[in-house]
């Protein structure tokens, strides 16, 4: 508990050592040896106070608990204890949670390939000579990027309700069945298809920008050679921006594993979320309903985990890849 | 490319009727259908969302998906009368966070990306990998700790709570570094340095105008981002005349399934949150590049 102030002060001494340092630098007129010090400590100053302190005292919490003293009657009835592990055991043997990965990776198994995969489809059309309307496509499909996902859900919500959605009233006119999209596995679609709507565009924008940096000569000499659009694409563009695919797929999954505000945002219009459904809303819910910030900060730390693992094992293939294709 | 222009000098004894030498390349019918269809699936939402503000509470679920109602000029004044006008409160935070949090954060990202661009110093490397590792973290599980801590420093349900910690942005850092790098060259802090001038000023009258145009990136990106930010304020704010818009519309849309008549008011007041943000991308777009946004630099 008292580890916050200690670190707080640190923190302001780290300032004021360094602004102290860029001041005498300036009056000996020398290079400035301490001005980049000076220039990164508000950005180290806002990291130390909303990363590192956030993240040490999620560790700390993790391997604590609550224990009732005596009879357990107020304010010094509980204490805080040492715990080890128990948290994370509790944490990885919690059904509910497991359920929740489980439904994440169902539903970013369907966002993230179709999402990227739309985005590098419209980026090579917006590529494209002999298309027509691109600089509108690029506009349209860009403007979901300025919606908040929270508006995003709640828009496509009401769209998916059978009283609104057009889809049901042009089926109810044929005497067609139409499937709830709130209930079962099409909510899976309904979810991903909100983030897909909210994300395509934007990595669209990335993948499009890396495409118009590969020299036009490139593009002629195949062209010269006999090749089709589709071969172009194919066997030169794509493997050419394969780096943005790589970050747009990196960041993509980041994303879809902190899922949470479109399952919150659907809630009020459908029973079948549960208020647990992420397991990022498992841990909010841990934390501000159930009151059990301990198990909540042990679950948080293993998603931590789970992500910056991920993230490494991926960087890692994707950076021994490159230098294979470099090396030959 | 130099045949058109040629034409008009042609002899006379070319008829008229000819046809013009090579027909502009054919149109690609099939992708530029898919490109449309991708475009209408992009406007869907939106454009019913446009619709669906001008339909009476009565008409929203009984009428057509995209059959215009009659409701619009009361939607309007219900929502404006609606807890005495919390709506535009809401607003106004929120243009409060995303300004001054993007402005401000900008200026980090500014000073930060800037050092790391131009100067060598132990630990650079180290530094920036750090930071954006922090990329990597999950906005809750950094949001409980941190609520928990601004709770004990009595600054949960505050609008500092909802502003200090999004004025770190690690992307911001990133892209101010390619910019940097990019826009300010050695040589001109060199020759500043040789005239006498100090670090401080160096950065703010010689790097800065350079790395101007990438700012205004950074700050859209950031005002964007804490603009549909929820999940911060959500943890942080109980006090709804604090809530940022995004909040607001999803406490009036959870209320909605008790008292349907909210509907009308959250898709209302769902249409004018939206449009501010659309006019402002369609207006900005004249003059800044899209491209800018992934950190691509022209050279």
Redo the contacts between chains.
Sequence with gaps: MNG?PDAAKADTADVSVAATR?RA??RR?T???G??????A???V??L???A???G??LY?SVRKVQIVGLGLGADGREEVWAGLANYRRALTDSELLDGAFRVLGYGAIVVPVMLG?AL??AL??D???????R?????????????????A???G??Y?P????VH?VLDRLGLPAPDLLQGTPLYGALANIAI?GG???NM??I???L??IPVEVHEAARLDGCS?FQIALRIKIPMVLP?LVLTFFFSI?AT??V??EP??LR??TNNLSTTWSP?MK??ED??TGGD?HS??AT??V??LV??AL?FGFLRIANARNRSEESR | MSAPTTAPRAPRTTAPKAPRPAPR????LL??A???L?????????A??VV?ATKAGDE???T???APGTGLLENLGDLNAYRDGIYWRWMLNSLLYAGLGALLSC???A??G???A??R?PG?EA?FN??L??????????A??????LA?ANLTDSHLAVL??V??SPYG?YLARIYAAAAVPNDVVEAA?MD?S???RI?RAVALPMMLPGLVTIFLFQF?AI??N??LP??MLSDDEKFP???G??TL??Q??NTPAL?TL??TG?LL??LP??A???FI?RFWS??L??G?VKS
């Design positions: 916050r860029t630098n300036r007129g290079g400035g040896r001005a980049p010090f000076g220039f990164l508000p950005a180290a806002l990291f106070l909303f990363f302190l956030p993240i005292y999620a919490l739309l489809f419209f059309l917006l494209a000579d002999r298309v027509r309307g691109r509108f496509g690029r506009l349209a499909i860009f403007l979901p990027y300025a919606v908040p996902g929270v508006i995003a709640l828009l496509w009401f769209l309700l009283s609104v959605s057009p009233d709507w395509t565009g934007f924008i990335v499009y920008t890396a118009r940096a659009q943005s980041i594993l902190q949470f505000n919150t945002t009020p219009l990022l841990v909010y934390a501000f910030i909540a900060a948080s730390v998603i931590a992500t910056l993230s | 390349r054919r149109i690609a992708p530029s898919a490109l449309l991708g475009a209408l699936y992009c406007l869907l939402p939106v019913w969302v669906a929203l679920f009984s057509f998906t995209f200026a980090v990202s000073l930060a800037y050092a790391l131009i100067y110093f650079r530094f750090v930071l590792a922090g990329v990597l973290m999950p906005p809750v599980i950094l409980v700790p941190t609520y928990l801590l004990e200090l910690p004025l770190l850092i340095r006498g100090g670090e401080w950065f964007v603009w549909n929820f999940l959500y943890i818009i995004t909040l519309l999803f849309l959870n909605g399934s509907y959250v898709i769902a949150a939206v943000l659309i402002l991308f369609l777009q899209l491209d946004l992934s691509a």
